[in-house]
Every structure is written in C-alpha cells, then in structure tokens.
C-alpha cells in the first residue's frame, strides 16, 4: 500500500498478517520505507496511482509535474504541460496504461504518453472557467469523464466512436478534393460567419480526430 502527504514524502506500506487470517490483514500493516525525492520536499502530493503493470507509481504532485518512478530502481519519468500549484486536481492512466489523463487549474485536460512522455493532445474545447479536477478512465470501453470545482459545472464524457471518426475523415478529405478544384470557375464565397464556423470545426475534428487515432491503436 502507498500514502502521501503534504510534505511530499511518500510511504510504503507491509501487512504482516497471513493468508489463513485475513481479517487481521487491516490491522497489521506496518511501514516497509519511506521515498523522499529531494524535489518533491514541502510539495503536497495529490493523487498516488500504480500503473496496471505494477511495476511503476504515478505522483501527482502541486507543482505542476507529473511524474511515474519504477518501483525497482527509483527512477522517475516527468510528464509536463498542466498548471497544478493550488487545488488538489488528478490524473490516471488509461486502462491499458499506455496514455496518462490529467487535469488542470486552466480547465484544459492533458493527454501524454506514459512511455515516451510525449504530449499528445489537449482538451481546450471542455470550456470549464475553473480547475478541472476529476479525470477517470472507463475500466473497459474507450471512454473518459471530465469534471470541474463549482455547481455550475458540467461533467464532459467523451466516448470514441470509430463511425464519427471514419465520417469525421472523409469529411475532410472531401473538403481538401473541393479546395483543390479548378481555379477557372471558383464557388461562390461563403458567409464570414459560415466560413468561421468552418474553420473551428475542421480544426477541432483534426484534433480529435489525432487523439482518437492514438487511444484506437491501443485500446
């Protein structure tokens, strides 16, 4: 078992209790180590998490890092990207642990690679006007819930979906056919608005069209 704390220490837990007498197994759990990294000293950690390979641990400590230390030689690995130093926001890995979700006190959601430490995306379109804190995984389908402090906040769940996607593509390359047409006769030009409402939706359908791409190939 692990804990943290406000001072950044973070302790690993024994039970001593054996396997005929389980019920004492709550009981007698004793401290195994303590892992102090020299700059997480005085930094509150928010969230601790073990990658479902059980080899590495997420900290997701209040200075807007992220990091995952193997477990065995103590190394760690530092995701960057999302500004944490006041709330006590979360993160998680997906279930299959290849990508890393987090939240942020911009109210944008940040997407990594847990194993190259790449970031791949980031949901500016969420629009929470405060810190987004809750970030969860679904255990089985290819589905996340976003969530942020205040009543008037709604939760985003964001499903993929592989026919908006396919759609979503053929979309834009019929888009990019229609561009390239013959300059000779051009079609009429559309409303700024129209044109406007264009751009934002090409723009959003791309990147998510990319994160969408990455979480298939795994999940």
């Given at each position: 078992?692990?804990?943290?704390?406000?001072?950044?220490?973070?302790?690993?837990?024994?039970?001593?209790?054996?396997?005929?007498?389980?019920?004492?197994?709550?009981?007698?759990?004793?401290?195994?180590?303590?892992?102090?990294?020299?700059?997480?000293?005085?930094v509150p950690i928010n969230k601790l998490q073990l990658h479902p390979n059980g080899r590495c641990l997420l900290i997701h400590a209040r200075d807007s890092v992220l990091r995952m230390m193997d477990l065995r030689i103590l190394a760690v690995k530092r995701y960057i990207g999302a500004t944490n130093y006041r709330e006590r926001l979360c993160s998680t890995f997906t279930p299959c642990g290849s990508f890393l979700f987090s939240g942020s006190e911009d109210g944008m959601a940040y997407v990594w690679n847990t194993d190259t430490g790449d970031q791949l995306a980031v949901y500016s379109e969420l629009s929470f006007s405060t810190a987004l804190h809750g970030?969860?995984?679904?255990?089985?389908?290819?589905?996340?819930?976003?969530?942020?402090?205040?009543?008037?906040q709604l939760i985003h769940l964001y499903l993929h979906d592989?026919?908006?996607?396919?759609?979503e593509g053929q979309s834009l390359k019929a888009s990019s056919r229609s561009s390239s047409a013959d300059p000779r006769t051009p079609p009429a030009p559309p409303l700024q608005d129209s044109m406007d409402q264009l751009i934002l939706t090409t723009r959003l359908a791309l990147k998510?069209?990319?994160?969408?791409?990455?979480?298939?190939?795994?999940?």
């Open positions: 078992m692990f804990s943290a704390d406000n001072s950044g220490l973070i302790v690993v837990w024994k039970t001593t209790g054996s396997e005929g007498k389980k019920s004492l197994l709550s009981q007698r759990w004793v401290v195994e180590k303590e892992i102090s990294e020299s700059d997480l000293l005085s970030v969860c995984f679904h255990p089985h389908e290819n589905m996340v819930a976003f969530s942020a402090f205040g009543q008037e592989r026919t908006v996607s396919q759609l998510m069209q990319s994160v969408k791409q990455q979480l298939d190939s795994v999940l």
